[in-house]
């Protein structure tokens, strides 16, 4: 079965350098999430979208944006990155947005700022 | 957002032990759900809890949901070298677009 599927899977950068991830949910899924993940850390949720409009939004910092296309596939930009920001990257998606969804995780991308 | 705790952060065990992960809300719950994240991987949805009380079984991993629907504990019989990794609780805010992790238990297993 089709997976959400996340690209790059690694991705090397430089201080104040931007970087671009895309992702693109499951067949039918209309809601994408993503979270950042530090070393050690549980996913922290970022932003998510359902049916092409924001729909919610965590601890995602001004320097990063993210858009809902209108084929649903997703894409985070993040610009002035910072040594920080290095993590692992998820996206997710669900069909319908709602408590008791199973929300279905790509694979990550690693993102390390140096 | 919706807040959920989770204890203990480490646990090692020997192979053929039994280990138990609890995690615990503030607030009532309208489910939770369970997560397994192997070393390098991404988190796999392992159940989700709705009921108060629910108990369900996959094989040997038994979950539990409180009574009152603000704790809830993932039990592991005889854990395994496979049953390695973290394993997340994680609950929705009441709007049901926020999915929140718990701090995650990470389980390491000696054979």
């Known amino acids: 079965a089709a997976g959400v599927i996340q690209s790059p899977r690694h991705l090397i950068k430089e201080k104040r350098e931007t970087a671009t991830l895309k992702c693109y949910p499951i067949p039918r899924h209309d809601t994408v999430y993503w979270y950042q993940q530090g070393p050690g850390q549980d996913p922290q949720f970022l932003i998510s979208f359902y049916e092409k409009m924001q729909s919610d939004k965590g601890s995602i910092p001004d320097r990063f944006s993210a858009q809902q296309f209108s084929d649903y596939h997703s894409e985070l930009n993040m610009s002035s990155l910072e040594l920080g920001d290095s993590a692992l990257y998820f996206c997710?998606?669900?069909?319908?947005?709602?408590?008791?969804?199973?929300?279905?995780f790509g694979e990550g991308s690693w993102l390390t700022v140096v | 957002g919706q807040q959920v705790m989770q204890i203990p952060q480490y646990q090692h065990v020997q192979e053929g032990e039994d280990f138990t992960t609890y995690c615990n809300s503030s607030t009532t719950l309208s489910n939770i759900q369970w997560y397994k994240q192997r070393p390098g991987g991404h988190p796999v949805f392992l159940i989700q809890?709705?009921?108060?009380?629910e108990v369900k079984k996959q094989k040997r991993l038994t979950f539990q949901f409180g009574e009152a629907k603000k704790n809830s504990s993932l039990h592991i019989t005889a854990t395994q070298t496979t049953d390695v990794g973290t394993y997340f609780c994680?609950?929705?805010?009441?709007?049901?677009?926020?999915?929140?992790f718990g701090g995650g238990t990470r389980l390491m297993v000696k054979p």
């Open positions: 809890l709705v009921k108060s009380g």
């Open positions: 997710a998606s669900s069909l319908r947005q709602g408590a008791g969804n199973t929300i279905y």
């Open positions: 994680a609950a929705y805010n009441n709007a049901g677009n926020m999915l929140t």
